[in-house]
Protein backbone atom coordinates (compact mmCIF):
# COMPACT_ATOMS: atom_id res chain seq x y z
CA UNK A 1 0.00 0.00 0.00
CA UNK A 2 2.53 2.34 -0.99
CA UNK A 3 1.69 4.12 -3.80
CA UNK A 4 1.10 7.57 -2.57
CA UNK A 5 2.80 10.25 -4.36
CA UNK A 6 5.55 12.41 -3.93
CA UNK A 7 4.68 15.86 -2.29
CA UNK A 8 4.28 18.38 -5.03
CA UNK A 9 6.06 20.85 -3.04
CA UNK A 10 9.35 19.58 -1.55
CA UNK A 11 9.62 16.22 -3.99
CA UNK A 12 10.35 13.89 -1.25
CA UNK A 13 8.06 10.57 -0.83
CA UNK A 14 7.83 10.50 2.67
CA UNK A 15 4.30 11.33 2.40
CA UNK A 16 1.36 10.08 4.50
CA UNK A 17 -2.42 9.11 4.41
CA UNK A 18 -4.35 11.48 7.44
CA UNK A 19 -7.39 10.67 6.57
CA UNK A 20 -8.61 12.32 3.77
CA UNK A 21 -5.29 14.75 3.72
CA UNK A 22 -1.96 13.77 2.49
CA UNK A 23 0.69 15.16 4.69
CA UNK A 24 4.45 15.72 4.14
CA UNK A 25 6.55 15.43 7.36
CA UNK A 26 9.34 16.70 5.17
CA UNK A 27 8.11 20.27 4.22
CA UNK A 28 4.33 20.21 6.83
CA UNK A 29 2.58 20.51 3.06
CA UNK A 30 -0.79 18.97 3.20
CA UNK A 31 -3.35 18.31 0.96
CA UNK A 32 -6.39 16.92 0.04
CA UNK A 33 -6.14 13.05 -1.14
CA UNK A 34 -6.78 12.32 -4.89
CA UNK A 35 -6.79 15.61 -6.04
CA UNK A 36 -3.77 14.61 -8.35
CA UNK A 37 -5.39 12.00 -9.92
CA UNK A 38 -9.08 12.66 -10.43
CA UNK A 39 -10.82 15.47 -11.84
CA UNK A 40 -12.56 17.51 -9.46
CA UNK A 41 -16.10 17.06 -11.48
CA UNK A 42 -16.11 12.89 -11.25
CA UNK A 43 -15.95 10.66 -14.21
CA UNK A 44 -14.31 11.84 -17.07
CA UNK A 45 -16.40 11.10 -20.64
CA UNK A 46 -14.62 9.31 -23.13
CA UNK A 47 -15.04 8.56 -26.92
CA UNK A 48 -14.93 4.54 -28.15
CA UNK A 49 -10.80 5.24 -28.52
CA UNK A 50 -10.97 6.44 -25.29
CA UNK A 51 -9.86 9.73 -25.35
CA UNK A 52 -11.37 12.82 -23.61
CA UNK A 53 -14.59 14.68 -24.74
CA UNK A 54 -15.49 18.14 -23.60
CA UNK A 55 -17.97 20.21 -24.03
CA UNK A 56 -18.12 21.98 -27.26
CA UNK A 57 -15.88 18.94 -29.29
CA UNK A 58 -16.34 17.69 -32.61
CA UNK A 59 -17.66 14.30 -32.56
CA UNK A 60 -18.27 11.75 -35.37
CA UNK A 61 -20.81 8.95 -35.14
CA UNK A 62 -18.53 5.60 -36.01
CA UNK A 63 -21.45 3.49 -36.99
CA UNK A 64 -25.67 3.78 -37.92
CA UNK A 65 -27.44 4.57 -34.96
CA UNK A 66 -31.42 4.64 -34.61
CA UNK A 67 -32.60 7.84 -32.72
CA UNK A 68 -35.85 7.27 -30.42
CA UNK A 69 -38.08 9.27 -31.67
CA UNK A 70 -37.26 10.02 -35.66
CA UNK A 71 -37.30 8.16 -38.38
CA UNK A 72 -34.39 8.98 -39.14
CA UNK A 73 -31.14 7.02 -38.75
CA UNK A 74 -28.01 8.85 -37.91
CA UNK A 75 -25.72 7.25 -40.15
CA UNK A 76 -22.40 6.37 -39.48
CA UNK A 77 -19.79 9.30 -40.44
CA UNK A 78 -22.38 12.02 -38.94
CA UNK A 79 -20.63 14.66 -37.74
CA UNK A 80 -21.88 16.30 -34.28
CA UNK A 81 -20.47 19.38 -33.55
CA UNK A 82 -20.53 21.31 -30.38
CA UNK A 83 -21.29 18.70 -27.98
CA UNK A 84 -22.39 19.20 -24.91
CA UNK A 85 -21.94 16.89 -21.67
CA UNK A 86 -24.55 15.38 -19.11
CA UNK A 87 -23.95 16.20 -16.24
CA UNK A 88 -23.54 12.54 -13.87
CA UNK A 89 -23.79 10.65 -17.01
CA UNK A 90 -20.49 10.29 -19.11
CA UNK A 91 -21.95 7.34 -20.98
CA UNK A 92 -23.78 9.82 -22.88
CA UNK A 93 -23.54 13.11 -24.61
CA UNK A 94 -26.11 15.72 -26.56
CA UNK A 95 -25.55 17.40 -29.28
CA UNK A 96 -27.52 17.96 -32.91
CA UNK A 97 -26.86 16.88 -36.68
CA UNK A 98 -27.56 18.67 -39.61
CA UNK A 99 -31.21 16.81 -39.82
CA UNK A 100 -31.88 15.70 -36.26
CA UNK A 101 -31.86 18.32 -33.27
CA UNK A 102 -31.66 16.99 -29.57
CA UNK A 103 -29.71 14.13 -29.90
CA UNK A 104 -28.78 11.71 -26.81
CA UNK A 105 -25.67 9.65 -27.84
CA UNK A 106 -24.16 6.82 -26.42
CA UNK A 107 -20.24 7.62 -26.12
CA UNK A 108 -19.15 4.33 -27.02
CA UNK A 109 -20.68 4.85 -30.48
CA UNK A 110 -18.56 8.34 -30.84
CA UNK A 111 -15.41 9.03 -31.59
CA UNK A 112 -13.76 12.61 -31.45
CA UNK A 113 -12.99 14.59 -34.92
ZN1 LIG B 1 7.08 18.20 1.19
New binding site residues.
Given amino acids: MSDLP???????S??YDDRDQRV??????EWPAGAASEDAGGAVVRDSNGNPLAAGDTVVVVKDLKVKGSSIPLKQGTVIRNIRLVEDDPEHIEGHSDKIKGLVLKTQFLRKA
Fill in positions: ECPQCGLNVCPDCGH
